[in-house]
């Protein structure tokens, strides 16, 4: 973005990191216009990491195991993302609770992505719950990330029907490409500083929400929104 300094983000990814492949490949469309500088993860096996080092992102793995609490685990993770200048984060099949502590450092700068039309389905086993239950819909919620699992205020959501013939394979295949065009998509509307939060709402603007001068120090807790930062 000419003239302007983009805001910088850190995805968060436990296993595959198809969403991550995404956000990727967004990032380097143009259709995200902000700076992935970190993928985080809590597990070393994690094939994100390699789609990662693939397009030249720099990573990050610590051990749950390697901390004594949940607390000093997040705190660590706290420390790199403030020296990376992480101004925002995106969940993508991170398969941890963040701390209360750590989700105030980021308040309304987190974003997940759900395998289901929230509040139906939370949990890990969304899309099995989904067909188990007979649902005649499925979908996908993104929110922002708040201290109760699968919980913050709503995004974007999308649903379609499950057909008859559905199995758990094509239900799957069907949310996660469904996931791979929503998420990149709410990305970009917080980046552009087009989602208002009151409340549990979230409002998409036809145009930026205040566009926001990041700090110098680029402090991840003080800021009220997103959008493009003008170069002061
Ligand atoms: C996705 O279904 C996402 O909704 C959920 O975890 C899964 C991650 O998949 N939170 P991937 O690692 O992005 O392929």
Known sequence: ????????????????????????????????????????????????LKRAGAARVKTLCLERKDYT????????????????????IVLAGYMRLLTPFFIKEYADRILNIHPSLLPAFKGIQAIKDTLTYGAKVAGV??????????????????????????????????????????????????VDGRLKITGRRVKVLEKPYKPAARPAASEPDVRENAGPIEAQ
């Open 69 to 88: 609490s949940p607390q000093s685990y997040d705190r660590d993770i706290l420390i790199y993302l403030k020296e990376a200048k992480v101004d925002f």
């Open 1 to 48: 973005m000419k003239g302007s300094l983009m805001l910088r983000f850190a995805v968060f990814a436990s296993g595959n990191g198809s969403n991550l492949q995404a956000i990727i490949d967004a990032v380097g469309k143009g259709a995200i216009k902000a700076d992935l500088v970190l993928v985080f993860s809590d597990n070393h096996k994690a094939f994100a």
């Open 141 to 190: 919620t993104v929110h922002f990330a708040d201290d109760k699992m699968d919980h913050g205020p709503i995004i974007l959501q999308q649903a379609f029907k499950v057909s008859e013939k559905e199995t758990l394979e094509s239900l799957e295949a069907r949310v996660h490409k469904l996931e791979h065009k929503l998420y990149p998509k709410a990305i970009a509307l917080f």
